[in-house]
Structures are given as structure tokens and as C-alpha cells.
């Protein structure tokens, strides 16, 4: 079963494409997953946080960041969605400076 989630965004690709790079950096520093771009708009995001084995995609379009992956199980299903949505959103928000996101 995969699992999937879409965020929307107001952002030219360019700069969807830089603030999804920065949510990488963060998620390598502060949690020890693996980011890999495979292509200008793809990244494949592996490893373990906590007990989750994470596997997935990242993919960045215009209007939209789509993530597919490996789904984590009942138990924490939510708490991914939830997490991935919250990051997502913030790293999206073109409110908020690139500069200004963490990567750590």
C-alpha cells in the first residue's frame, strides 16, 4: 500500500524546487535521512527515524509538491501525514524566506 500526500503552493518551480532542497538538508541534519535527486524536480528520501523505515519520492511540479511512499503502517500512518503536511506547508510558505528556513 503507498502513501501518498500533496501540497499545493503559489511558488514559480525554481523556488518549490530550493525550499524542498532546504526541507532535505533539514531532514539529513536533523534526522540522518538519505536525500538523493535523481532529477531536477525528483528526489527519493530513505532511511529510519525512530522505528519508521521511510522510502519515498518527492516530486516538484507547478502549483503542487506531490510525496509517495512507502507506507508506515496503521500505527503511524497519522503522525507521518501529519508531520510531512506540517513541513511541507512551512518550507512552502511563500511568506517565509528561503534564508530563514532551518536545515538543522
Same mark, same amino acid.
Given at each position: 500500500m503507498a502513501f501518498e /500526500?500533496?501540497?499545493?503552493?503559489? /511558488?514559480?518551480?525554481?523556488?518549490?524546487?530550493?525550499?524542498?532542497?532546504?526541507?532535505?538538508?533539514? /531532514?539529513?541534519?536533523?534526522h540522518g535521512l538519505t536525500v538523493r535527486w535523481t532529477g531536477d524536480d525528483t528526489a527519493v528520501i530513505s532511511g529510519k527515524y525512530l522505528v519508521v523505515t521511510i522510502e519515498g519520492s518527492v516530486v516538484v511540479e507547478s502549483g503542487k509538491v506531490r510525496f509517495s511512499g512507502k507506507d508506515p503502517g496503521m500505527l503511524w500512518r497519522g503522525k507521518a501525514r501529519d508531520y510531512l503536511s506540517h513541513k511541507l506547508g512551512k518550507y512552502l510558505d511563500a511568506g517565509v524566506a528561503l534564508e530563514a528556513l532551518p536545515r538543522r
Amino acid at each position: 500500500m503507498a502513501f501518498e /500526500l500533496e501540497q499545493k503552493h503559489s /511558488l514559480t518551480v525554481e523556488d518549490a524546487r530550493a525550499r524542498i532542497a532546504a526541507l532535505g538538508e533539514y /531532514l539529513q541534519n536533523k534526522h540522518g535521512l538519505t536525500v538523493r535527486w535523481t532529477g531536477d524536480d525528483t528526489a527519493v528520501i530513505s532511511g529510519k527515524y525512530l522505528v519508521v523505515t521511510i522510502e519515498g519520492s518527492v516530486v516538484v511540479e507547478s502549483g503542487k509538491v506531490r510525496f509517495s511512499g512507502k507506507d508506515p503502517g496503521m500505527l503511524w500512518r497519522g503522525k507521518a501525514r501529519d508531520y510531512l503536511s506540517h513541513k511541507l506547508g512551512k518550507y512552502l510558505d511563500a511568506g517565509v524566506a528561503l534564508e530563514a528556513l532551518p536545515r538543522r
